[in-house]
C-alpha cells in the first residue's frame, strides 16, 4: 500500500476516527477564519496589543498592590489591575499623540513649502519635458512608431488602473468604515 498507508493502518480503528475527525474539525475551523478574516482583524490586532502590554500591566499591578498593602492605602489592593490597565493605556495614547503631533506639524510645514515652490517644480517639469520632445523627434521614424505604441499601451493601462480604482471606491470607503469600527474596538476587547 505504501509507507503513509501502512502507518494509517497500524493506528486501533477508534483512534483513527478521532483523527479522521479531528482533521475535519480542523479543515472546517480553518475555512471559517478564512471566511470571516475581515471581521477578525480587529480581534487579533487586540490580541498582539494585550500581548505587548501585558508585562507592562502586570509590573505597574505589583508597585499599586505594594502601595496597597499600607495601612491606609489597602483599597489600591481591589482596584490594582484596572488602575494599571487606564494608566497603561493613558500612556500609550500620550505616546500616539505626542507622535502625530511631532511629525503631523513637520509634514504641513513641508507641504507649505513645495506648494511655495511649485512654480520652480513647473518650470522644471516644463524644461525636462521640451527636452524630452526634442530628443524624441530626433529619433528614426520606426522607434518613434514603437514608443508611440507602448505609450498607447500604457494609456489603456491607465485607464484600466483609473477605472478599477474609481469602481473599488465604495471598498476602500467599508474598508475604512471598518479601521475606524476597529480602532475603537481594540482597546475594549483589550482590556
Same mark, same amino acid.
Given at each position: 500500500?505504501? @509507507? @503513509?498507508?501502512?502507518?494509517?493502518?497500524?493506528? &486501533?480503528?477508534?483512534?483513527?476516527?478521532?483523527?479522521?475527525?479531528?482533521?475535519?474539525?480542523?479543515?472546517? !475551523?480553518?475555512?471559517?477564519?478564512?471566511?470571516?478574516?475581515?471581521?477578525?482583524?480587529?480581534?487579533?490586532?487586540?490580541?498582539?496589543?494585550?500581548? !505587548?502590554?501585558?508585562? #507592562?500591566?502586570?509590573?505597574?499591578?505589583?508597585?499599586?498592590?505594594?502601595?496597597?498593602?499600607?495601612?491606609?492605602?489597602?483599597? @489600591?489592593?481591589?482596584?490594582?489591575?484596572?488602575?494599571?490597565?487606564?494608566?497603561?493605556?493613558?500612556?500609550?495614547?500620550?505616546?500616539?499623540?505626542?507622535?502625530?503631533?511631532?511629525? #503631523? &506639524?513637520?509634514?504641513?510645514?513641508?507641504?507649505?513649502?513645495?506648494?511655495?515652490?511649485?512654480?520652480?517644480? +513647473?518650470?522644471?517639469?516644463?524644461?525636462?519635458?521640451?527636452? *524630452?520632445?526634442? $530628443?524624441?523627434?530626433? @529619433? &528614426?521614424?520606426? #522607434?518613434?512608431? $514603437?514608443?508611440?505604441?507602448?505609450?498607447?499601451? !500604457?494609456?489603456?493601462?491607465?485607464?484600466?488602473? #483609473?477605472? $478599477?480604482?474609481?469602481?473599488?471606491? *465604495?471598498?476602500?470607503?467599508?474598508?475604512?468604515?471598518?479601521?475606524?469600527?476597529?480602532?475603537?474596538?481594540? &482597546?475594549? +476587547?483589550?482590556?
Amino acid at each position: 500500500m505504501g @509507507l @503513509l498507508g501502512d502507518a494509517w493502518l497500524r493506528i &486501533p480503528a477508534a483512534r483513527r476516527k478521532q483523527l479522521f475527525l479531528l482533521i475535519i474539525a480542523i479543515f472546517v !475551523l480553518l475555512i471559517i477564519l478564512w471566511a470571516a478574516r475581515g471581521v477578525l482583524a480587529p480581534y487579533v490586532i487586540a490580541l498582539v496589543f494585550s500581548y !505587548l502590554l501585558v508585562p #507592562v500591566v502586570d509590573l505597574l499591578e505589583k508597585g499599586w498592590r505594594w502601595v496597597g498593602s499600607h495601612r491606609y492605602l489597602g483599597f @489600591l489592593k481591589k482596584i490594582a489591575r484596572p488602575l494599571s490597565i487606564v494608566i497603561t493605556y493613558l500612556v500609550v495614547i500620550a505616546l500616539v499623540v505626542g507622535f502625530f503631533s511631532s511629525f #503631523v &506639524p513637520l509634514i504641513i510645514e513641508q507641504s507649505k513649502q513645495l506648494w511655495e515652490e511649485r512654480d520652480t517644480v +513647473w518650470e522644471y517639469l516644463y524644461d525636462f519635458g521640451s527636452k *524630452a520632445v526634442a $530628443q524624441y523627434e530626433l @529619433l &528614426p521614424a520606426q #522607434v518613434q512608431m $514603437q514608443i508611440e505604441d507602448a505609450l498607447g499601451r !500604457l494609456g489603456t493601462a491607465i485607464a484600466n488602473v #483609473v477605472q $478599477q480604482a474609481v469602481g473599488g471606491t *465604495a471598498v476602500a470607503i467599508s474598508y475604512t468604515v471598518s479601521l475606524v469600527l476597529a480602532i475603537f474596538i481594540i &482597546p475594549f +476587547w483589550a482590556f
